[in-house]
């Protein structure tokens, strides 16, 4: 058949026998057409399944001489990243030629295992106004060829931003409907409920806050996070249980009035009446800038989507992070003790297993009696102790975050990283530890810095170092010029959490080799963001910064990760050889501990609590969108209680003895 060319029109009727890649409800199935450069797209079907309905036309212009092949590709349309379903390639004048005029099933293709056929499209095609089996003559499609279409393909969806969140509580997380306590869990089947495990990593592009009542009358706030399969509830109360990996810091206004928002950091710039934040309003906080005022005092400023909001002024607070807290993870083979006061000789009250996840709520440092600097973080069990000398019990989760031990004879700290930032007064002595905030390259000084809480800190500078990464870690350099993809677990078909660009650099804390079904092996790392490929068949896509010397800890075949009996989290031990690690009786000392521990389980928190939702949301558009709850009037709590307090008094009047309530968990 002779090339084809003219106006061409493609119907797309429907599919069927499709394989479902949804993995919670039912698949959305949308196609994308490309003819060179020409691409079009479908609209999504809802609810399709594997036999979804289109009923949609395209028409394309081809000249003489232009592409003659036609590329198709099905896809299911998810809640943030779409899963490919399947794709053909096929000539044109071959897709024109074997489509009937009633219709031509084509089959689709497995992107990865060209044998395995993933269902069938349904296609109607006419060239030049005419089927296959009607051809014209050159004249007739010439004429045909001059007509154009009208209609215009809809452009694909904007990808949504995206922030990583890792499960803390060891009990795991539920899923559910709606962001509310009493909604519907989310299920398989209708059977088993879906229980995110602890290390669990998902993405969100929506955080929710809720106002919920007690049984007492007071008011309890709820965080939320929406994700592929559905809500899951982030922090109750003070409670912490999922923790952010991402950049970008959560905030809430702890002001009793209306802070205002400025185009410009500091007290002296021009206001935006129009934007303000109210009490209890949470942001997403993208920079954060310290401005020294005209009276001299110093004050710090956010920036979010309405503009700079101050923050803290002269020592006073009026926006809080509430995911601010970093989170730890216990390391140390014996585990870790939780004490009453931040002191080794304090009462031991609870204890904390290697691989349980800690959020701090502060630190504070403190001189043992053998001499020895301690750093205690306070957690809703209690005290417990994250660094001992050059010890360290505990790693900070999070991308670009780990501990770093000075080799140098002593190290400057400088407000910018580079040697062009100004000094200032501290400096990091050898064998001191710092827990890094943030990596940075100055590539014209061939230097790396860190960013600690004290400031910025070179490791590592004209191919030397002077520092080095505990707990048997080691920084990685993206060298792979497109990037390289995060995901929730090593093997290209789990979800796509993010980008790493070329040159970003990450820490790993773990390394395992996988197999492919074509006996390719590949070499992941585990990050503060997730999981990254850095070899694909002997080919690197990143080269190491700092170490060098980390192995895989085990060989996987792509079953083991990915059949029906395969783990939901991929957990890898950290090395954790260090000098010191035999102070029993101290740190790692279990034998008199008491478990007294606070929410471990989901279960745990919500306990006995009778709650009834806040009812409506107010929307506040943004990249990463939050739903703020409306403002609770104070005169409204104060009703609820005192109607409390007189049903209480009324029956205390007609029984001598009354049962008392169970008492709000207060964390």
Known sequence: MPAVYGNLRIVVLKGRKLTDKTFVGTQAPYLVIEIGEERMVTKVDRGGGTEPSWNQQFDIQIPKGGPQSIHIEAW???????????????????????????????????????????GE????????????????????????????SSAAPPPPPPQAPKMIWQVALKGGVSVRTKPELNAQRVTYDGKKEVVLDQGSLLDSDLIQKSLARKSDGSIVATYWVRHKLGWSCCKYGHTTTMVPLSDM???????????????????????????????????????????????????????????????????????????????????????????????????????????????????????????????????????????????????????????FEVTADALSVREAPGKEGKRKKQVLSKHSCVASRGLFPVDKERGYWLKSSLGYSCFRTEGKNTMRLKLGVEMWRVTHGPGLYIRAKPGAKKHVLGLLKDGEMIISRGMIALEDHHGKKSIWIRHGRGWTCISYGGKALARVILGGKQKPAKLYKHEHLHGPKS????????????????????????????????????????????????????????????????RVKKADVAAAVLKKHHHS????????????APAENSD
């Open 76 to 118: 299911s349309k998810e809640l943030f990243s779409d899963t490919i379903i399947g794709k053909v390639d096929i000539p044109l004048d071959k897709f024109y030629a074997k489509t009937p005029r009633e219709g031509g099933w084509w089959k689709i293709i497995s992107k990865q295992y060209a044998h395995k056929i993933r």
């Open 121 to 148: 499209i349904l296609f109607k095609v006419k060239l030049n106004g005419r089927y296959s089996h009607e051809l014209g003559s050159a004249a007739q499609q010439q004429s045909a060829a001059r007509r154009r």
């Open 249 to 403: 810091k959560i905030f809430e206004s702890i002001c009793k009035k209306n802070i205002s928002s400025r185009l410009v950091p500091g007290l002296g710039q021009a206001k935006n009446a129009a934007d303000v934040l109210e009490p209890g309003e949470v942001i997403l906080g993208r920079q954060i800038k310290r401005v020294r005022e005209k009276d001299g005092k110093d004050s710090t400023w956010i920036l979010h989507r309405q503009g700079w909001s101050c923050a803290s002024y002269a020592g006073k607070n009026f926006i809080a992070e509430i995911m601010y807290r970093r989170a730890f993870e216990v390391v140390l083979a014996k585990g870790l003790t939780v004490r009453h006061k931040p002191s080794l000789s304090a009462k031991v009250v609870g204890v904390m297993n290697k691989g349980d996840v800690a959020v701090s709520r502060e630190t504070k440092a403190h001189k043992e009696s053998t001499g020895e600097l301690a750093i205690w973080m306070r957690h809703a069990m209690g005290w417990s102790c994250l660094k001992l000398g050059s010890l360290c019990t505990m790693i900070p989760l999070g991308g670009g975050q780990a501990w």
């Open 567 to 630: 783990p939901s989290v991929l957990k890898i031990d950290v090395g954790h050889k260090q000098k010191g690690i035999d102070v029993k009786g101290k740190v790692l000392s279990k034998a008199d501990a008491k478990a007294k521990i606070k929410a471990r389980s989901e279960q745990e928190i919500f306990a006995q609590e009778k709650i009834v939702e806040a009812q409506g949301v107010a929307v506040v558009t943004g990249e990463i969108q939050v739903i703020n709850p409306p």
């Open 649 to 660: 008094h009324s029956k205390h009047k007609k029984a001598s003895s009354v049962m008392a």
